[in-house]
Structures are given as C-alpha cells and as structure tokens.
C-alpha cells in the first residue's frame, strides 16, 4: 500500500519532486565541495607560501671572534642526505648546499684583478637517498624559483657571472675569467634581485675542489612545510618537561624541525628564517579562517534553501494531507508516506550533490593548485547524512502542523 | 469604473499580501541565494588587499642602495611623494671594531671587527626577541644572535663599539645577516659611523601590481641610485595572490550556480502550487498575456525584496566572516547591489514564466480538475 501511494505521488507530481530534488542536489553539491577545499586549503596553501623561499638555513657554528673574523668553518656535504632521515623528513620538500669564498678574479680580456665573492651552487642536482628509489632533487631551482640563468648553467670549467658583477667589469657570455689558477668560460649570467646579484657563481663540486675544500660547505637552505607557530611553540626547549618537550618534537614546527636538522648536520647551527617562516603562518591561518567561515555560511544558507523548497512543496499539499485524513488515514501512516517521500529524495539529492561536488571539488584544485585536492572519503556519508536530516526535518514541520488541523476547516479553504 | 490598470494593481497587491506564507518563502529563498553569492562575490574582491597587507610582512620588494650612500633627507623627499610607494625605511650599514666591555673578569681580550646596522628598530614581527627593542639615543644596541654567541654576551651587559659603550638590552635572531650584526637606532649609527645624514640602503615596499612603475620613478628621481625589485618576494607575493583570487572566484562561481539553480526550484515549486488559480484566471477571461504580466511583475517584486535584503544580509555576512579572518572588516563594493536584485529578479521572473507557460497552454477544466 505504501509503496503504491509513493509510486503514484513520484509519477502524478513528476514535476514537483524533481524540483525538489534539484533543490536538495544544488545544496550538498555546495556544501560539500566547500567542505572539501576546506579541509585541504591548508596544505594546499601552505606548498604554495613555499615559493616565497627557504625558511631554514643551516649554517656552520660560530665559535668565538674567529668565527665571525671570517675563519672558515664548514658544514659537510656526506651529511645532506641525513636531512631526509629526521622525524619530520616527508615535510622537507626542498633543500641545496652553497660553498661561499672570496677570491682573486681577473678577467681575461681587459686584465682587470680583484677580490670577489665566489659562489658554489648545485644545478639541476639530484641524490640518491637511503632507503627510497626516486632521487631527490636537491638544485637551486628546487628551493629558489626566482633564481634567472640566461645561457646555460654552468658546467665543467664554467662559470655564471651575477647581473651587476657582469656590468661592473664588463664581462659577457664567452669571455674567459680566471680563478685560482685555472681558466673558465662564462656560460652565462645570472640575476635574482638579490645578493648573488654581484657573485661569481660555479658548479659547486667544482668549486670544491679547485678551493682545495672537497666535500665542504657553507650553508645549506630548507625549505620545509611547516605547522603554524602558537603560543606553546614559542615556549624555550630547554624549560620544557618532559611531555612537553616530546610534543614540541613532534610537532612540525620550524623551530622542532630546525632542532632535528641541527641534530642531524654535524657542527651546525639551524635557525629558522623568521621573516619567512611567521609570515607564512600567519597567512596560513588566515586564510584557513576565511575559508572555514565561507564553509560554515554556505551550509547555513544552503540548509535553509533546501529546507524552504521542501516546506513550499509540503505546504502546497495540504490539501492532500485533509483529504487523507478524511478518508480516515491516521496521523502515523501519513507521517509515513510523506517522510518516506523526502526521505528518497534526500537520498538521491544527496548522492547526486555528492557527486557534483567531487567533480567541481577537483576542478578548483587543479585550476587553482595544479593538484586535485585530497578528497576525503568520509564526505560521502556525510553529504547523504545531512541532506536526509534536512530534508526530513524541513518536511516534518509543516506536516506536524497541518496534521493537527482539521480537515473540513482546510478542504474549505483550499478550495 | 475601475480602471483595467487599477484592477491590476489591485490584483497584485492582494496576491502578495493576502498569501504572507507564499510570498515570504519566495522572498526567503531569494534572500539567502543573493546574500551568499554576495559575501562569496564580495570577498574575492577583497582577498587582494586583505591578504596583500598580511603579506607586506615578507618585506620590501625594491632595496635602493648607493656606493657612496644616499642622502637621507632627499631620498626621503622622493620616496614619500611617490605614487605605489606604501612604505619605507632606511639603513646604514658599517663595520665597528668591537670588544666586550664588562666585568674585569671577562675584560677584553679579543677585539674584533663586527658589522654594524643602522635601522628602525620598531619591528615587532620577524624575528625571535630576547629582551626588549632598544631606546632610541639611549645608548642602548641590539645584537645578532651569532655575535651574542661568538662573544659569549649576556643580557644587562655592554658592548664597546670604537670605543664607546653601548648597554646590551635585546639579543634577535632572524635566521639573516642581522644575526652576524650589531644593531643600533639609525641616529646613533650616522654618529658612531660618522657619516650623518647618510644612508647605504632604502627597503621599499611598493604595491605588488605596479612594482615596474615604481622602481623606474626612482630611478628618475635617485640617479646615483641603483634600484633593484626583490624578486623573491615581488614574483612569488604576486602569484600566490592570483592564485587565491582565482580559488576565491572559482568558489563564487559554484555558489552562484549552485544558488541560481537551488532558487528557481524554489521558485517554480510555489507557482506549481498556483496552477489552479491560473486556470481560474484564464476561465474568467484573463487573456495569456494578462496573466503572463501578472506574474512577472509578482516576481519582480518578490525579487527586488530578496535582492535588496539578500544583499544587506551578504554584505553582513562577508564583513563577518573578514572580521574572523583578518581581524578588520571588507567593503563589500556597491555595484554588487544591481547585481545581487538582478540575479533575483531574473532568476524568480524565468523560474515562474517556465511552468506558468505550459499551464496557460492547458485547458481551463483540466487543470481545475487537478490532473
């Protein structure tokens, strides 16, 4: 009998029910795929803040007037690898050595000699590391983006000539420099808006050995994906208890991360760059916030359209709902028939919404981030859930109310 | 004699005041479709300038440095009356010979030659502070965290810089070349350095869209000057604002097609709900056009109300959610009102007119029938 009276209602109101459905479809469709950019935006957002550049460098530790009076201490090149067997190594998406010296320069065409900053940088390097098949790219390119090779990079017996230093002594693409005894070719020139802007930049195992330094380093940037910084993080390691400081540790903060690289990196000294890395936490959250809030708007509004298209529909049936009860239907089998009604069309508005939402979901991420997002699995029970409470609850009130009126009352005025 | 007009008018009023229940469903929907793609519409509007101002704490995106050093009061002049300058501060750099003037225990032993930066020390952000900002002429420095760690200082302590003492209040470390500085107010610098009213460097930062245009006003008006853009921070501030512009306006998007649909299912349920009475009407002798006019101005009216209200509500709405997010509210711009009564005006009048036209195509009898 139930089955009959739905069968009739879906096929005699055909029109009515898809409206209904349409309405249910539209607002999960909507609230789903702002809840799936919700979830994911932060670790979205927070790969692309890494194209604002390194946030940790490792550097040699200063001991004493010596260390800052320029007497070299190195890092050790046999300990980059280690960068990816911290706690938090997945979260190291990006790092590259730097050899830095100054020495005599003297350009071969013009003759000219002086005292410059010589940089050794890895290009288009990879390395193998313990335990996984895919190499890692550890290039400039891989942490500094902004860095602009016009001719080539340099090779064996090359060098990259900096935008300003190139100006400065005349020196172009072809021309021949010496260093240290040994004669390169300028391969190219190199701009960043920065300081290398003015150095003479070469392969940096080249530079290693030509310096007599194999395997020694100056610096080493990171760039990590880290945990916006709160009130605990700020909190000084060596005053924290036990617990406290096992939380700290594993938790991606750049300052637990720097911690773990410091440990891994013999002689070193990591510090975050904190221009960088409070910036981009703050930021982060930001943006977080704005997109929960927009999340959290759009399942309101889109409970309440939902929930005023079912109450028109429901309300226009009053009618019907007399005639039942003068027929001599009671109130449970009515109840019945209309909240089996939308409970069909909130399970098949929610699935359809559902998947809507997948696909526009995954158009925004690769649009926006080159990515699809990370779509959780648990929105499917989620969407079909909330759309049947909706739907159901939108429906149950104005059918509560018309089943306490009496029927003559309303077949009279409807008609 | 009532006039056909006045009949009309008399007609639509009834229809929307005599059935409060219907119209205020429809103007609800309306409402709540137009304020969330308002808020949405709105907010990525806005996200440029929100975020850009959060943004600015990466740094000046041009540096305009000298050799010989700049003059400080003329760069001033021609840094403060730039158009796209938003701010700027100067710096001095030098180098100091430098030893630790404390106890007689740890009395000199080394002196050393030590970098020395002469800035704005009011930055409150970007660096990890221990202690406090030094006072400006109080005789008071600020120091690297590598120099505090290669000279062994300790707060409350001094440092002699050539030869004259300067107490040590606040130790930073910034994960930079400060970190291998000492840092005083840029006043006690241009003294202790000799050089007064003389700078090495301007860190500008000017608005992220029109970087080319200000770095090649200063270049006109500083000519000893060289000009560079950071481009770490200008390339990568600039596409990461697009790509949060375009995720904002691609959200706007879904919810504004979302809405639209959502809102004439709305709608086309409430005239479904008036069939019957457009049967009445054509069997008295309402012409197709009568009633067609009928409900197109009943759904204009229902979607300026909506519209106004939805757009009152949206603005609310983005000002709320900027609040929690940024902390200050967004101005929502006005030409979003036209577009917010537009969108709920059309959509209500082309949601009514499809099934009022396969209704006014029916008999009569048919439809009072209710088949």
């Given amino acids: 009998m139930l089955f009959i009276l739905l069968r009739q209602s879906f096929t005699n109101q055909m029109k009515a029910m898809f409206l209904m459905f349409l309405s249910v479809a539209m607002g999960t469709a909507v609230s789903a795929s702002l809840v799936?950019?919700?979830?994911?935006?932060?670790?979205?957002?927070?790969?692309?803040?890494?194209?604002?550049?390194?946030?940790?460098?490792?550097?040699?530790?200063?001991?004493?007037?010596?260390?800052?009076?320029?007497?070299?201490?190195?890092?050790?090149?046999?300990?980059?690898?280690?960068?990816?067997?911290?706690?938090?190594?997945?979260?190291?998406?990006?790092?590259?050595?730097?050899?830095?010296?100054?020495?005599?320069?003297?350009?071969a065409h013009s003759g000219a000699t002086s005292k410059r900053k010589v940089m050794g940088a890895w290009f288009d390097h990879s390395i193998m590391l313990p335990g996984e098949s895919e190499p890692f790219d550890a290039g400039v390119s891989s942490v500094m983006p902004w860095w602009e090779v016009s001719g080539s990079a340099p090779g064996e017996g090359e060098a990259l000539v900096g935008v300003s230093l190139a100006q400065e002594l005349g020196i172009k693409s072809g021309d021949t420099v010496?260093?240290?005894?040994?004669?390169?070719?300028?391969?190219?020139?190199?701009?960043?808006?920065?300081?290398?802007?003015?150095?003479?930049?070469?392969?940096?195992?080249?530079?290693?050995?030509?310096?007599?330094?194999?395997?020694?380093?100056?610096?080493?940037?990171?760039?990590?994906?880290?945990?916006?910084?709160?009130?605990?993080?700020?909190?000084?390691?060596?005053?924290?208890?036990?617990?406290?400081?096992?939380?700290?540790?594993?938790?991606?903060?750049?300052?637990?991360?720097?911690?773990?690289?410091?440990?891994?990196?013999?002689?070193?000294?990591?510090?975050?760059?904190?221009?960088?890395?409070?910036?981009?936490?703050?930021?982060?959250?930001?943006?977080?916030?704005?997109?929960?809030?927009?999340?959290?708007?759009?399942?309101?509004?889109?409970?309440?359209?939902?929930?005023t298209t079912l109450a028109a529909s429901v309300l226009r049936r009053l009618d019907e709902i007399a005639l039942m009860k003068a027929v001599g239907a009671d109130r449970m089998g009515i109840s019945i028939i209309f909240l089996a009604e939308t409970f069909i069309i909130g399970l098949a508005g929610g699935l359809v919404g559902y998947l809507i939402s997948l696909a526009a979901a995954h158009y925004i991420g690769v649009e926006v981030f080159g990515s699809a997002l990370d779509q959780k699995g648990i929105l499917l029970p989620a969407s079909i859930l909330s759309a049947l409470g909706i739907s159901s609850l939108a429906a149950w009130l104005p059918i509560r109310r018309a089943l306490m009126v009496k029927p003559a009352v309303v077949l009279k005025e409807v008609h | 004699m009532v006039s056909r007009r006045q009949w009309f008018m008399r007609f639509l009023l009834r229809s929307l005041t005599q059935r409060v229940g219907r119209v205020a469903v429809a103007t609800f929907s309306v409402t709540i479709a137009v304020a969330i793609v308002v808020s949405a519409l709105g907010l990525s509007r806005g996200i440029r300038d929100k975020l850009g101002h959060e943004l600015k704490a990466y740094g000046a995106n041009i540096i305009v440095t000298s050799p010989a050093g700049l003059d400080q009061r003329e760069a001033e002049e021609a840094l403060s009356t730039m158009p796209g300058v938003d701010e700027f501060t100067f710096q001095l750099y030098g180098s100091v010979m430098a030893g630790s003037a404390g106890s007689a225990v740890s009395a000199v032993s080394e002196v050393a030659a030590i970098e020395l930066i002469g800035m704005d020390i009011d930055e409150s952000k970007g660096w990890k502070l221990a202690g406090r900002l030094p006072l400006k002429g109080a005789g008071e420095a600020l120091v690297g965290s590598d120099v505090q760690a290669a000279l062994n200082l300790e707060l409350g302590g001094a440092l002699e810089l050539e030869g004259e003492k300067f107490s040590l209040v606040g130790f930073v470390e910034r994960g930079g070349p400060e970190d291998g500085a000492v840092m005083l107010w840029l006043p006690d610098a241009q003294v202790l350095l000799e050089r007064p009213g003389t700078v090495s460097a301007a860190l500008v930062r000017a608005e992220p869209g029109g970087l080319e245009e200000v770095v090649g006003g200063i270049r006109r008006a500083l000519s000893v000057a060289e000009v560079k853009t950071l481009r770490q921070v200008a390339r990568a501030e600039e596409i990461f604002l697009g790509k949060i512009e375009l995720l904002m306006g691609l959200v706007s998007i879904v919810v504004l097609l979302a809405a639209s649909i959502s809102l004439s299912s709305t709608m086309s349920a409430t005239v479904l709900e008036r069939l019957k009475e457009i049967g009445l009407m054509k069997a008295i002798g309402g012409t197709r056009r009568g009633i067609g006019v009928f409900f197109v101005s009943e759904g204009t009216a229902i979607g300026v109300m909506g519209g106004v209200a939805g757009y009152l509500l949206g603005v609310l709405a983005a000002m709320a959610v900027s609040k929690g997010a940024f902390g200050s509210i967004i101005i929502v711009p006005a030409v979003l009102l036209p577009l917010g009564v537009a969108l709920g005006v059309v959509i209500s009048v082309v949601a009514s007119l499809v099934p009022l036209l396969g209704a006014l195509r029916c008999k009569p009898s048919v439809i009072l029938r209710g088949e």
């Fill in chain 1, 36 to 107: 799936a950019i919700s979830l994911d935006v932060q670790g979205k957002v927070s790969r692309e803040l890494r194209s604002f550049g390194a946030n940790i460098t490792i550097e040699p530790k200063v001991e004493g007037l010596a260390g800052l009076a320029g007497q070299r201490r190195f890092l050790s090149e046999e300990d980059i690898p280690k960068a990816k067997t911290i706690f938090w190594r997945h979260n190291i998406i990006g790092l590259t050595p730097f050899l830095e010296l100054e020495a005599l320069l003297e350009v």
């Fill in chain 1, 178 to 307: 010496r260093l240290m005894g040994r004669d390169l070719r300028v391969s190219g020139t190199l701009s960043t808006g920065g300081a290398e802007d003015g150095l003479l930049v070469l392969n940096l195992n080249e530079l290693q050995s030509l310096s007599g330094n194999e395997g020694a380093l100056t610096r080493v940037m990171v760039s990590a994906l880290t945990t916006p910084m709160d009130e605990f993080a700020y909190k000084d390691p060596d005053t924290m208890s036990k617990v406290e400081y096992e939380k700290w540790y594993c938790t991606g903060y750049v300052t637990s991360i720097a911690k773990q690289l410091e440990e891994v990196f013999g002689g070193s000294r990591v510090k975050p760059i904190w221009r960088v890395a409070e910036t981009e936490g703050r930021v982060l959250e930001r943006l977080t916030v704005l997109v929960y809030l927009l999340t959290l708007a759009a399942l309101v509004a889109a409970a309440l359209g939902m929930s």
